[in-house]
């Protein structure tokens, strides 16, 4: 029997996904969209209002994302934030507490920090060779706006029992523990992001929240398609010789790679589970949470990017 998504289960729901513009977070967006939820999108890039800073300069934007949301049969609204400037955050909590009067699903997945992570030709340099400047951008991209973010709106999660927070990042706390992640300054931030999750569900339980923190495994984001010169539907091609008979584009790993949806779907998951309390302060892959809801990828499967570490690549792009 083919998994299929249930379009009612989060109904009336309301969820604010920060960093929806890609990769994950747009697919984390997609899949609640899919189940019914309203889903506040946001991010820097603006179809209306421009970058807003961006790191990327890239197409993408929070508005094309709110309308997949709608496509999909959710409600979808595009807000552009900067989740670095706390006004702007504590505009958007007020806004979403004017329109909605509830909060049910907060999602930090805001990142940026793929440019000043750098590629393989960059992993691995000592801490005392990279730039100073550079390293702690990543850090407050990648933590800081996690706070920040936090701060302005878990007052309108706990307001009622059963709210849910997620914190994305790319490994999970075991992994993290005993795998050097490309340079200090990404080490850190992805344990932090772990830990983040592990205190907040600390600081929720007593109102009946849950926090945990998912990591996809080696994701088809936006920027991980255009590094291999393919696309969603031609993903398969970058594990096929090039056209001098060479080596493939992708290593053998990336045959277990995941479309955003998927770990969108986890998120779609824990939402609609009234037992969602169990995985509060964890921190879970989204192959794990396919196996424990029987969801799937839009492709049918059930990819596991994290099964035996060396089929997984520091650049899964988790957040891009």
Known sequence: MVWTPDPKVLRGRVAVVAGATRGAGRGIAAALGEAGATVVCTGRSSRVHGSGGSDYGRPETVEETAELVTRLGGQGVAVQVDHLDSAQVGRLAARVREEFGRLDVLVNDIWGGELLKGGPARWNTPLWELGLDDGLRLLRLAVDTHLITSHHLLPLLVERPGGLLVEVTDGTREINASWYRISVFYDLAKAAVN?????????????????????????????????????????????????????????????????????????????????????????????????EYGFTDVDGTRPDGWSGQGGKSAQSGADA
């Open 195 to 291: 830990r983040l999750a592990f205190s907040q569900g600390h600081e929720l339980a007593p109102y009946g929240a849950t926090a945990l923190a998912l990591t996809p495994g080696w994701l088809r984001s936006e920027m991980m398609l255009d590094a291999y010169g393919v696309t969603e539907d031609t993903w398969r091609d970058a594990l096929l010789p090039d056209r001098s008979g060479g080596l493939p584009t992708a290593p053998e790993g990336f045959a277990r790679s995941e479309s955003p949806r998927y770990v969108g779907r986890a998120v779609a998951a824990l939402a609609a589970d009234p037992g969602r309390e169990r995985w509060n302060q964890g921190s879970v892959t989204s192959a794990r949470l396919a196996a």
